[in-house]
């Protein structure tokens, strides 16, 4: 091989691999994820709510702390396996006989050997912050199967109650629900800085350790070696990419 070929096939090796690890720290930072913004408390006793259909609702009043995407459900499909049922989650502004303000499309839940499948329900907008909501689960009356959600008896939700027809449940009922907000590393960090100081502290610190041990991998790497990589300051900036990843996600996503 030529000199001037293998100088031209390095040159255009380190562009593709700057490029992509240049995308990495991109999307890390920028791909919108589901964050949870409520905990769901799994010591609680967990119970089976239903069977519900369009002649019995189920619903949940609730408080939004901040604005929310998303609403995720445990719902189990009483048929053999594969079955399937579609579901719709609508919100109504305090109480079941409040206007309705926002609609999920229909969501299919199928029959799986898990007791429950955790169902998410999008709404067309983001809800905002600071109003209190009833969610109802519509079911068509066209289904054929048997629809279970998951309650618990933990008190999740002091704010709210368990409904069924509109009607409260026992003392301390709450569906077992998670609300979610679609949001990118980027965006969500300015909430955990005001929610959980010490844990950014503590990742962004990791981040930059990494980062700089990295650099010196980098630039410690054989001449040779270096000549078919991007400069050591960019290839230095993979690991921490998917460090950064992997320490919000399982901090905040997880846990």
Request: glycine share 8%; hydrophobic share 50%; charged share 15%.
């Amino acid at each position: 091989m030529s000199w001037p070929t293998l100088v031209a096939r390095q040159a255009v090796t380190g562009a593709v691999l700057t490029v992509a690890v240049l995308g990495l720290w991109c999307a890390v930072l920028g791909i919108p994820v589901e964050w949870p913004l409520n905990a769901y408390r799994n010591e609680h006793a967990v119970f089976r709510l239903g069977p519900v259909s369009a002649d019995v609702l189920p619903g949940q009043t609730f408080g939004a702390a901040e604005p929310f995407d998303l609403i995720a459900v445990p719902v189990k499909v009483g048929g053999p396996l594969g079955s399937a049922a579609d579901l719709r989650a609508r919100l109504r502004a305090e109480s079941p006989r409040g206007a309705v303000v926002a609609e999920s499309a229909l969501t299919r839940a199928v029959s799986t050997a898990h007791s429950f499948q955790v169902i998410h329900f999008p709404f067309p907008e983001s809800l905002p912050a600071g109003e209190q909501y009833y969610v109802e689960f519509d079911v068509p009356r066209e289904s054929s199967w048997p629809i279970y959600l998951a309650a618990t008896q933990g008190d999740q939700a002091p704010s709210g109650e368990l409904l069924m027809q509109g009607n409260p449940t026992f003392a301390g009922e709450d569906l077992a629900y998670q609300l979610l907000r679609r949001q990118s590393i980027r965006e969500r960090l300015p909430t955990w800085w005001g929610d959980s100081r010490g844990a950014v502290i503590v990742g962004l610190a990791l981040v930059v350790l990494l980062q700089l041990a990295s650099w010196a991998a980098a630039a410690g790497l054989p001449t040779h070696v270096r000549h078919w990589l991007p400069h050591y300051l960019v290839l230095g900036l993979a690991p921490p990419a998917l460090l950064a990843a992997a320490y919000f996600a399982l901090f905040f996503l997880v846990l």
